[in-house]
C-alpha cells in the first residue's frame, strides 16, 4: 500500500468521536499526511425541530448548522495546539453516509478514521443497508477507534487468511504504523470438522488432521512473511485453532495488542468479519482500536 497522504475523521462531537480525532491527528503528524474533520448535521433533527415548531425560520437552522461549524473549528484548533497538525474542517449537511462517502472520494481519502461509540455515526455505519453498501463496496481503509491515542501504535495484530486480502491488510497496517510490530494470526480450521466428528472418525485421526493443517499454516505465514521485506523482522507468526472470533479476542488480549488489522475481501474468514457475526465480536469485546482494511 502506498503511504496515507490524506485522512479523514469524521466527529459527532461526542468523547469517543474526539479520541478519534486525536488519534487521526496523531497519526497525521507521524505519517506526514494531510488531515480534514467532517461533521455531517444529518436532515433528521432539524425534521423533528419542524414537527414541533410547525415551521423552522431559515435563520435557526442556519444559526444551527454554525454553532456546528464553530465546534469543529474549536476542535481543529485543539489538535493543533496537542500534536502541531493543522486540520480542514467541513459541516456538511444531508444523509451521513453519502456525505462522508462524497467527502471521501473528493480529497481523496486514504483512510477514514471514526469512534466506537459515538452518539450517530457507528450506528448508521454498521447498521442497515447503506451501512453495508459502504463497507462492502469502499476502497477505503477505516479505522475503529476504542481508545484514546496516548502514543503510536506499538503491536498490531493482524489476522489472515492467506487470499489476497490478507496482504493488503499487512501492506495497510505497516503504512499505518511503520515502526510496530506484526502480529500475523491465522485461525486454523480443519474442513469438515464436524461432519468427521459426526461421522465417528476416531479422535486420533482428527488430531493428525488437525496438525498438518496448522503446520501447512505456518508454512503459508512463512511465505507471507518473506514478501513484507523489508519489514518482515518486524513481523511475528501465530497460529492457533479455535473459533476465529473467540481466538481473535484472546490473541488481542494475550499479545497485548494496541490494533487489530483485518482484510475486507477474504475467502472466507475476512468476508465474515466484514459483515458477519465475527465483526460484530471484535468489534464489541476487543479492547484495541480496529483497521477494517481494504
Do not use: W
Request: a negative charge; glycine letters at 6%; proline letters at 4%.
Amino acid at each position: 500500500m502506498a503511504a496515507l497522504k490524506n485522512i479523514l475523521a469524521a466527529t459527532d462531537f461526542s468523547a469517543p468521536a474526539r479520541h478519534a480525532a486525536e488519534r487521526a491527528a496523531l497519526l497525521a503528524r507521524e505519517l506526514g499526511a494531510m488531515l480534514d474533520l467532517i461533521h455531517v448535521a444529518a436532515p433528521a433533527p432539524m425534521e423533528k425541530l419542524r414537527h414541533l415548531l410547525g415551521e423552522l425560520p431559515a435563520e435557526i437552522e442556519q444559526r444551527l448548522i454554525g454553532a456546528s461549524r464553530d465546534e469543529l473549528q474549536q476542535l481543529a484548533a485543539t489538535l493543533h495546539q496537542h500534536h502541531g497538525v493543522s486540520a480542514g474542517c467541513q459541516v456538511a449537511y444531508g444523509p451521513l453516509i453519502e456525505e462522508i462517502a462524497c467527502r471521501s472520494a473528493k480529497l481523496p481519502a486514504d483512510l477514514l478514521v471514526f469512534g466506537s461509540h459515538g452518539s450517530s455515526f457507528m450506528r448508521h455505519l454498521f447498521l442497515g443497508s447503506t451501512a453495508e453498501r459502504l463497507l462492502g463496496h469502499s476502497k477505503l481503509p477505516m479505522l475503529v477507534v476504542k481508545q484514546a491515542a496516548h502514543e503510536a501504535y506499538k503491536t498490531l495484530l493482524v489476522p489472515v487468511d492467506f487470499s489476497a486480502s490478507s496482504q493488503r491488510a499487512i501492506a495497510t497496517a505497516q503504512a499505518i504504523a511503520p515502526g510496530a510490530t506484526l502480529i500475523l494470526l491465522h485461525v486454523a480450521a480443519l474442513p469438515f470438522e464436524g461432519k468427521l466428528r459426526y461421522a465417528c472418525i476416531d479422535e486420533s485421526i482428527i488430531a493428525r488432521y488437525q496438525s498438518a493443517a496448522i503446520a501447512d499454516a505456518k508454512q503459508a505465514l512463512l511465505a507471507l512473511q518473506q514478501s513484507a521485506a523489508p519489514d518482515a523482522s518486524r513481523i511475528r507468526l501465530e497460529v492457533v485453532a479455535g473459533d476465529p472470533a473467540q481466538c481473535i479476542v484472546q490473541c488481542e488480549q494475550e499479545f497485548d495488542c494496541d490494533l487489530i488489522v483485518i482484510g475486507k475481501h477474504g475467502e472466507s474468514l475476512a468476508e465474515d468479519i466484514l459483515l458477519g457475526s465475527v465483526t460484530r465480536h471484535v468489534l464489541e469485546e476487543s479492547q484495541s482500536d480496529l483497521l477494517i482494511s481494504q
